[in-house]
């Protein structure tokens, strides 16, 4: 695939098709495009007041873009055309591919055919509006916009054309350079074209609104290159997982859906993901001016108590610390503020110097000395035209010389959107300040942006396996259209039994109570003589053994052995006679599952019967680092009790790390066929950690 410059800096474009692409030059001339346009119809005369060409072998030279707007059969002859001319790229405006459920089988092959016609010619879409260009003044866009000319911003891409017009009728200061819609990703997925613009330098972050990836390696290697860039990430993934909501045969994959993966992926590529379009908009703001944060100190200023309570509501709950001032910082600050000021984070600075300029700027030099990761002023402006808002443009000019001053990072807060002038917010982006819109959204921003900070300051993370199966091996884009159009069988299930999987997982080195596989009372009675007391009975080839009365607990004596065997006889003619574990100090679910965006994913949370209760899981994708390990488990509410709760003994936290990075490293080494694995319970004891409960699914090859 060629690189994708001539497709979005262009110098000539052809617009093919006839009122969308008049739309496309009418916004071209809008914006500013200053390169030259070939309108292409077969009977019109002309097009946005230029001369129309009758097809695209009559173009004068070779365009570096097209704006192809005609019906889907049409569209795949004009790309076809325009790839064996050596075309710069093409948006694709029609729909009907692959999205066109009514037609799901002749749809697909449409969309098929249309990636064969593009062959290297990188194509947009289908689908889709097109992208606008703000730092070339470039339009291939059929419908009117907010965006306009800049020298830097943020790019942003989504699977929404209309949230893409939305975005750019913000008023809140954020400089735009380029924002694009995707479409069906027929050829170019989100990954790629996110990265084709992140290699312009004047791209400063980059905001990506999802539905779905079609290749995480290639997002992974996104990630990758933004961090290598220094040009943060920050995400919206739409959509719920229906895999956790349909019948499962683990109970790891009841907890671990796709939405889960997708949380997962975000924090080991360090993108920070967020969960609303104003939160979004407020976190590109910050990453445009300041970039990812060093550390997640923050200083509050109000001259409000009521404001400066909100402020700290704001942050509760987050990752967000607002540091106390030292003796000697706030004794600074005290000789500035005087007597009737409380020193305190966030800090209510009253409004007693109000009005008297110079005292303000000293004021906010000794608040912002203490070097805070980021400063946050809280300023709600009068609105100009029933109010005289000049005073608070003095204080936010005070705080401007502040600032440049300490050169500390700094952002100046709105509690309501409305009450942040677009004027006074590019005048403080003008100046490196960032114009933040809601406190509880500039939380949120901060708190991402000094997510982005900590990731980068990470070593980076191993190469993630790939999801696909054999029969994708390499072709990560056949497998997403494939599944897209209901044709990604690849092959049945093979479940293995308690016991086959406890031998599976030992052979890694998990622990596992000792056990015998029984049929007949030849078989019983020597794991009568074999096994310690007490044991359990379980029926092998029943998944949810507990529902079904397949398993009996804490049996001593032979004729109680005996007897739960032949109670269960019904329900299957081979049983597991095992050593009851010790009672553990907690119990977890460590489980493996495949997503078949994400590839493998390692889930774990309180197990037994608190799995569904607590809902307290952390998932990490495979490979995991002992760390990925040990940070989840110690972020879970259970981690309390493996640390020892009120003065008990706790858990031996290296063995069960360890047990999981066995589970874990037997999922890779069986990455091909692997498509769960569940071990629920795992007990954590003073003395160890042990298997109690396992089961592995396999997909056959």
């Known amino acids: 695939m060629s690189n994708l410059s001539r497709l979005l800096n262009p110098q000539t474009i052809a617009v093919i098709g006839g009122k969308e692409c008049a739309q496309v030059v009418e916004q071209c001339d809008k914006l500013g495009f200053t390169g030259t346009i070939w309108p292409v119809h077969p009977t019109r005369e002309s097009l946005g007041g230029r001369a129309c060409f009758r097809s695209v072998e009559d173009l004068p030279q070779v365009p570096d873009v097209a704006y192809v707007a005609v019906n889907r059969e049409l569209t795949i002859d004009v790309v076809a055309v325009l790839s064996r001319l050596s075309c710069g790229g093409a948006v694709c405006y029609a729909a009907g591919f692959a999205e066109a459920e009514g037609e799901k ?12 016609a593009a062959g290297d010619m990188p194509i947009i879409g289908p689908n889709c509006y097109g992208f606008i260009n703000t730092l070339e003044n470039v339009a291939l866009w059929p419908d009117q916009h907010g965006a306009a000319t800049c020298d830097s911003g943020v790019a942003i891409i989504t699977q929404s054309s209309n949230i893409a017009i939305n975005m750019t009728m913000q008023k809140r200061g954020l400089p735009v350079a380029y924002v694009m819609t995707a479409g069906n990703q027929a050829q170019m997925g989100l990954s790629k074209l996110a990265l084709g613009l992140l290699e312009d330098e004047r791209v400063t972050a980059l905001g990506l609104h999802i539905e779905g990836l079609d290749d995480v390696k290639a997002f992974e290697k996104l990630a990758l290159r933004a961090r290598e860039l220094r040009k943060p990430i920050v995400a919206i993934k739409i959509g719920k997982s229906e895999q956790a909501q349909a019948a499962t045969i683990t109970h790891t994959a009841s907890l671990a859906g796709s939405d889960t993966a997708h949380d997962a992926l975000f924090k080991r590529l360090g993108i920070a993901r967020v969960h609303g379009i104003e939160t979004f908009i407020e976190t590109l703001k910050l990453l445009h001016v300041d970039g990812p944060l060093h550390g997640n100190d923050l200083l509050s200023l109000s001259c409000s108590g009521g404001e400066a309570s909100l402020m700290a509501d704001a942050a509760e709950g987050r990752n967000i610390s607002y540091r106390p001032y030292k003796p000697d910082e706030a004794a600074e600050l005290k000789s500035e503020l005087g007597d009737i000021v409380t020193v305190a984070n966030p800090l209510d600075y009253n409004t007693f110097i109000w009005g008297d300029w110079p005292a303000m700027t000293r004021m906010f030099e ?13 300023m709600d402006f009068p609105r100009e035209d029933r109010c005289d808002n000049a005073d608070w443009r003095y204080a936010t000019n005070s705080f401007i010389a502040a600032v440049r001053q300490t050169s500390v990072r700094a952002a100046v807060v709105s509690s309501i959107a409305e009450c942040m002038p677009e004027d006074m917010a590019q005048q403080l982006m003008s100046v490196k300040i960032t114009p933040l819109c809601g406190l509880e959204t500039s939380i949120i921003a901060a708190e991402a942006a000094a997510f982005i900070g900590k990731a980068w300051a990470e070593p980076l993370p191993a190469p993630l396996l790939s999801p696909c199966h054999s029969r994708y091996s390499g072709n990560p884009e056949r497998m997403a259209l494939d599944r897209r159009c209901g044709d990604d069988d690849n092959g ?9 999987s406890k031998t599976e997982l030992a052979s890694a080195g998990v622990n596992a109570p000792n056990r015998m596989v029984v049929s007949n009372m030849v078989e019983i009675e020597q794991a009568l003589m074999t096994l310690e007391r007490p044991v359990a009975i379980k029926t092998l080839g029943i998944a949810h053994k507990t529902e079904v009365g397949a398993v009996v607990l804490n049996l001593q004596s032979n004729e109680e052995i005996i007897t739960a065997i032949q109670k269960m006889a019904r329900l299957s003619d081979r049983f597991l006679v095992e050593e009851m574990a010790a009672k553990p100090m907690a119990e977890l679910i460590v489980g493996v599952t495949r997503d078949l965006t994400c590839g493998l994913m390692l889930t774990i949370g309180a197990g037994g019967v608190l799995t569904e209760l607590l809902d307290d899981t952390a998932t990490v994708l495979l490979p995991a680092s002992e760390q990925d390990i040990r940070d989840a488990v110690s972020g879970l509410k259970v981690g309390k009790l493996l640390e020892g709760y009120r003065e008990a003994e706790g858990a031996d936290i290296n063995a069960l790390i360890a047990n999981i990075m066995c589970i874990a490293k037997y999922a890779c080494d069986h990455a091909n066929e692997l498509e769960e694995l569940d071990v629920n319970p795992l007990f954590a004891t003073q003395f160890g950690a042990i298997a109690v409960d396992a089961l592995i699914i396999k997909r056959a090859q």
């Open 366 to 378: 000794a608040a912002l000395l203490p070097r805070f990761d980021l400063a946050l002023l809280v």
């Open 492 to 500: 049945g299930l093979i479940t293995l039994d308690e016991d086959q």
């Open 105 to 116: 089988e002749g749809a697909c092959e449409l969309q098929k055919r249309l990636v064969e």
